[in-house]
């Protein structure tokens, strides 16, 4: 598996338009690592009509192995496994790797994105709403206050 920065990762089974079919590397975990980096994802799914959200949650994945294809692939799932389930796509924008006392040392970074036909990603969090009469605190804590 060759990495790159700003190279897309898809999870299986996600629904897309046959347009947006992209030819895959390699598939692990429930994820398929395209061949396409993410200005090429994009220019697809704008073509088909869809919408291509960049947002800014990141996670980071750290590994290490004897060899540094092992040690990546390894940093890239436990970073890919961090990601919201809610996102079903995601962008590496950071690949490191050092090595010491022979071993080799990698730090993945991915950022997450979400591909949808509809313009409008909705709430990232989940909104609580309050019943008055049942005076349920926890709920209240979770809105900001007006105050």
């Known amino acids: 598996m060759n990495l790159f920065v700003g190279q897309m990762v898809l999870k299986k089974d ?12 390699s ?3 429930g994820w398929v690592l395209l061949e396409e ?10 073509l ?9 949650h990141a996670w980071d994945g750290w590994s290490m192995a004897f060899n540094a294809q092992r040690s990546l692939e390894k940093a890239l799932i436990k970073a890919l496994r961090k990601i919201d389930r809610r996102f079903h796509a995601a962008e590496i924008t950071t690949i490191k790797c050092y090595r010491l006392l022979g071993l080799r040392f990698c730090k993945v ?21 309050m019943n008055r009469s049942s005076g349920n605190t926890e709920t209240e804590k979770r809105l900001p206050s007006a105050a």
């Open 14 to 25: 996600v629904l897309l338009p046959e347009t947006l079919r992209a030819k895959s590397i």
């Open 109 to 129: 970074l991915v950022e997450a994105r979400h591909i949808q036909h509809g313009p409008i990603l909705g709430l990232t969090e989940p909104v609580g709403m």
């Open 48 to 56: 088909a009509g869809w919408h291509f959200f960049w947002l800014t």
């Open 37 to 46: 980096n993410a200005g090429q994802v994009e220019r697809k799914v704008r």
């Open 27 to 29: 598939s692990f975990e």
